[in-house]
């Protein structure tokens, strides 16, 4: 069945610093999401990415769909500690299943 | 509008007792999900409902769990027997459209003993 994967699983950064997760899907996507669970939280929606190569930005994160659809990134410029969380990818196929990654959980150092 | 609701936000029940988790979605939203939530498995989709009508329950771990939408505004995840392996964090999301994005309940963390 379908896979998504995420790396890294953890990121420890010094505040200010950048971060990146990758998502890399087994199955061509026809859409991806990404969420953010603060700790002891719930998931919340953060984005959708549909098109091919498509990018978006979101004040200091920005979103890439890759142009096969099998993979995307969010990077985090200048990390604040109230970027700290597990930041997951969901991808969805066209029959409308969606798998979500094992998330990257983001720790920032004050 | 207050979200999906999810209750109780804790259980803790005995091994073999029935445990039954309720989710009220957001009102409007025409989908509704169940996930479970571990450090092992991760996120995981047990079923999803589109119009109280269950689409795809392929994640409904055994016969042990069942789930319900009788009706647009509510929704039940039951499991009878519940065993130690079921602790977990369950959540309960809606949507209206799929390119919303899926509003999360804040959760029932489940401990089985």
């Known amino acids: 069945g379908q896979q998504v994967m995420q790396i890294p699983q953890y990121q420890h950064v010094q505040e200010g610093e950048d971060f990146t997760t990758y998502c890399n899907s087994s199955?061509?996507?026809?859409?991806i999401q990404w969420y953010k669970q603060r700790p002891g939280g719930h998931p919340v929606f953060l984005i959708q990415l549909v098109k091919s190569g498509e990018v978006k930005k979101q004040k200091r994160l920005t979103f890439q769909f890759g142009e096969a659809k099998k993979n995307s990134s969010l990077h985090i410029t200048a990390t604040q500690t109230t970027d700290v969380g597990t930041y997951f990818c969901a991808g969805f196929t066209n029959a409308g299943k969606s798998t979500f990654g094992d998330g990257t959980t983001l720790t920032v150092k004050p | 509008d207050a979200g999906v609701i999810q209750s109780p936000r804790h259980e803790v029940t005995e091994m073999g007792q029935e445990v039954t988790l309720r989710c009220k979605p957001i009102s409007g939203h025409n989908s509704l999900f169940w996930y479970r939530q571990t450090m092992m498995r991760g996120l995981e989709l047990l079923i999803y409902?589109?119009?109280?009508?269950?689409?795809?329950d392929s994640g409904m771990p055994e016969d042990r769990f069942s789930a319900k939408m009788p009706n647009a505004s509510f929704s039940t995840l039951k499991i009878q027997p519940s065993e130690p392996r079921d602790s977990a964090v369950y959540f309960c999301?809606?949507?209206?459209?799929?390119?919303?994005?899926?509003?999360f309940g804040s959760g029932t963390r489940l401990t089985v003993v």
């Open positions: 409902f589109n119009n109280n009508v269950p689409i795809d």
């Open positions: 199955t061509t996507l026809s859409n």
């Open positions: 999301a809606s949507t209206l459209r799929e390119d919303y994005g899926y509003t």
